[in-house]
């Protein structure tokens, strides 16, 4: 019977009710020690096994907070013989996680993303309650996988029930319920079937504060309690008591008492084995079993509550704890928790022990268990007698923190790394993780220098890639010279790298030189010309304003990590994808890649990435005049994404008629130290037209050379139609709008071929030929119409006004057939469309299948149909394969 929760058991019984029907959901039970949590959770259990819910449960051991997937195995175990069922990368993962089988370059992410699978795919059967009780001592690599699976739950028939201390487990995005401390009256209840004096009662209760757990221990020992004004709060009093409990025992009862406490698993051969060593055995429990600080059952032992097994393993005296580590290893097979209780107990360095943990370290890597081999590989080197040996295994602890996101302590291992001057090897495995560190905190030129000095002692093919990368923050930075000395280390390794040196003679404007390098380098990696590197590509490919190779690139990379699971590295190739689809004027498909990379990134904790992605974003609502939007987009943008976001408000300005605001944020930004990035030389015709229209041409006359070289090198048709459509607001020159209007018929950035057509209109107006302005000022306000954007059309249909157009026609009422539909409805139903199984969709879209079938369940009223084969006559194709 549970006192004074009436309102969580509601809503977690509606959970649960929720589940029969196919909708899913996730909470967090959170509260002080005591207060009554996995009593709750013991009640959900039961609710649920009445209910017939398929029951999965893990609970988290403080001493496994390191050990690399101790809760998923837990969890997992019992239905391990379903794993069979997922796609063969995803099934591999969960192997290896389990110890049945083995993964290599395994994904954190893919992990998670197996996880989700297969609760989903348990559900088809019957629904699943997941419980994760003590959720603050689960290991991280849990945690994670666990997260992820909550947050991407929709229509599946799973719920997920987590516990934790206040304060003790970051959970974003989830439902809470907060356990609140008892009312005297309920207090009271949880004592009346006790025989206690009145006066008693009241005093425990004054004393539990409606603690549920101090309410029954003190009403247990109540001549061992504190008087009344003792000032520690009720946990500590709490743990008082079972020290004195424990101390009462006989010392061969807290040897076995610690010896389960340090054990944690509470499995009973391996309690008895190491007991043996220290001479007592499991009778030695019965005192313990008698107070009812634990309970034995035929192959466990339990500790009542968490803080009871706290105080035991303080019980005894250090020196004992160690022996009882010491036993506790000799009577484990696991290696992994061989190693762990090993090290418990020692003290000094110890080259055999830390060679343990070291390989610990690295099957916790093999399983994508980053955190843990972090922390494994750190007390490996603590451990680790030899200077050089130790500095070598705190770089690994830094590569593995780094590869968690953790990257405060990533750096400060790194630095202690570099400390012992190891070899040149060394020196720059300590220095790509420094320079990765400084580019998440935004000092991409920090970054950049820590590369290039690091790459002076790495091998020839180390130190290339680390150039490269030395080159692309150099970029980043506004600082010229790193790319220039990343560009010339290459040269003197004999590896010289177009992007590398495109980018340097970028910097100098060298427009012409730079742009056949950076092309020569685009082609041959679409060619599939030696190592397909196509994250670098991407990159080179929108200096060079190639969008259908950006298009193209992206597609293929994201083919790939979709088919091989690797979630975490998708969404900055979706903000790549995302800004090039609005490019092309595909706004909505741009729309709908950023809601995934959003969601992925939200889903994974990449902070950093999501505000990159918003920035993106915003180019979509300051093309449509959404300014409040657009303003919260750029908001938090980190300091390598405010060029882009000063862009992206000055492109609101400009079209919402602010032409002195455009023109001053545009000119502070070329001013800065980012004045050669790609974004800000696109944005010169904005520059330049804000100029003009505010009377101050010579502000213009700059930026025009600059874009006009920039846009001759390169060639694209769109961006020759762009300078001379800023060379004729200049000059008035007729035949320079003409050529422009034609150069923009051979495609590409429908946008800027409105943008012309709309200023050629205007021109013409002006000039008074007027049905020559009318023919081109329609056409601009269709193509706006089109995207939807809002102010630049309502200038144009002004114009047409004033051009004697007789009505001006506005965009039809009520939404398109697409536009009726969530961004991740129009993935789904374009890949159904497509031919592709909801299990092939889920795959794709790291959804579970029932997610997919209840996505398009949604679309098809929507769109009017009512089978795959009605929705494959749609025409739903977003220009570009691989969304």
Known sequence: MLYGRAAEQEALEALLVAAASRRSGAVVIRGEPGIGKSALMDWTASTAARRGLRILRVTGAESETDLAYAGLVQLLWPVQEHIGALPEAQADALRAVLGTGSATGVDRFRNALAVLTLVTELADRQPVLCLVDDAHWVDRATTEALLFTARRLAAEGVVMVFSARTGAFDAAGLAELHLSRLSDAEAARVLAARTLPPALVERIIAESGGNPLALVEFAASPAVQPEPAAPLPVPERLTGLFHAQIAGLTPRTRTMLSLAAAEDRGHLPTLVTAGRALGVDLRDLDGADQAGLVC??????????????????????????????????????????RARHLSAATTEPRETVAADLAKAAGRAHARGAYASAAQLYERAARLTPDQRRRAVRLAEAAEQALAAGDVDHAETLAIDAGNTAVDGSHRARVARVRATVAFEREAPGRAAALLVDGAAGAGREHAAEMLRLAAGYGWFSGEPGMVHTAAGQLDALGLPDDAATGMALLVEQDYAAGVRRLDRYVRRIRAGDGDPDRIHAIYAATLLGDDEAVLE??????????????????PKILQNRCSALFRAGLHQDAAAVADEAITIARDTGMRRRLDEIEVALAWIAAAEGDEARCRKLVADAADTSRVAAACALSFLDLGLGRDEAALRRLEAAHAGPGHHVTVLTTSMPDLIEAAVRLGAADRAAEPLRRFEAWAHAIRQPWAEAVALRCRALLTGSQELYERAVTLHGKGGRPFERARTELLYGEWLRRDHRAPEAREHLMTALRIFEELRARPWAERSR????AAGASAAPARPAGPSLLDRLTPQELQ????????????????????????????????????????????????????????
Not at 798 to 801: A, F, G, N, P
């Open 553 to 570: 690139l992206t597609a293929a990379e994201i083919e790939k990590y979709r088919r091989q699971g690797f979630i975490g590295r998708l």
């Open 798 to 801: 002004s114009e047409l006004r």
């Open 296 to 337: 034995i059952t035929t192959d466990r032992v339990v500790f009542r509550h968490p803080m009871i097994r706290n105080a035991a393993y303080h019980a005894v005296a250090p020196s004992r704890r160690l022996a009882v580590h010491a036993a506790l290893a000799d009577a484990v097979d696991d290696p992994d928790l």
């Open 828 to 883: 789904v139903t374009r890949l159904a469309a497509e031919g592709h199984t909801s299990r092939e969709i889920a795959a794709r879209l790291f959804l579970s299948r029932r997610t997919v079938e209840h996505h398009l369940y949604r679309a098809y009223p929507k769109l009017g149909v009512t089978s795959r084969r009605e929705l494959a006559r749609l025409e739903l194709s977003d220009g570009g394969s691989s969304s």
